[in-house]
């Protein structure tokens, strides 16, 4: 009887093995993270949008309490890995620091987020933080009083006047 062959297998199969598998990884990595950037870019937009659909009703109600300033006032939010030393908000009231993806809302905007449940009992906003790691760091929801009775908004990646090639600008506008 001849015996089985048991060997398992030779190096120039475990070779093109691996070389079969570093070729795909090249190939598919990229358009991996192409695809979880577009997801954190989508992210971040849909909390951009909850944000001014929170003031928006908030302003529409009239037991809310008080109308929208009449003076911008803003929500920013910050990526977890953002540890740049940024001054406090400049529009009054606000929440959070711009460290470990923190939140600052200002007050109007936080008796809003609260009503639309967008604050936790704890105090803190929920899953509302930059989410985009090559896009934008920051994003920016700035809004006032149109004095018609209206809300005006205006998007950045800072808060202040946006400025051109802001790519959160842009992205909420649909370019």
């Not at 795909?24 to 849909?46: C, F, G, H, W």
């Amino acid at each position: 009887m001849k015996k089985a062959n048991d060997r398992g297998f030779s190096l120039v199969e475990l070779i093109i093995v691996v070389a079969i598998m570093a070729i795909l990884i090249v190939v598919v990595a990229p358009q991996y993270i192409k695809y979880v950037e577009r997801s954190r870019n989508a992210t971040d937009l849909q909390n951009a949008r909850a944000v001014v659909d929170a003031i928006e009703i908030y302003a529409t109600d009239p037991d809310s309490g008080f109308p929208p300033p009449d003076y911008w006032q803003a929500v920013t939010a910050f990526a977890v890995n953002d540890t740049a030393d940024r001054p406090d908000n400049f529009h009054g009231g606000s929440y959070g620091g711009a460290r470990n993806g923190d939140t600052r809302v200002d007050d109007y905007a936080w008796y809003a987020m609260e009503a639309a449940g967008l604050i936790k009992p704890s105090g803190r906003p929920v899953g509302i933080r930059a989410q985009s790691k090559y896009s934008w760091e920051t994003w920016t929801v700035e809004y006032k009083s149109d004095g018609k009775g209206g809300i005006m908004f205006r998007f950045g990646e800072k808060a202040g006047e946006p400025v051109a090639g802001d790519k959160f600008r842009e992205a909420i506008a649909g370019k």
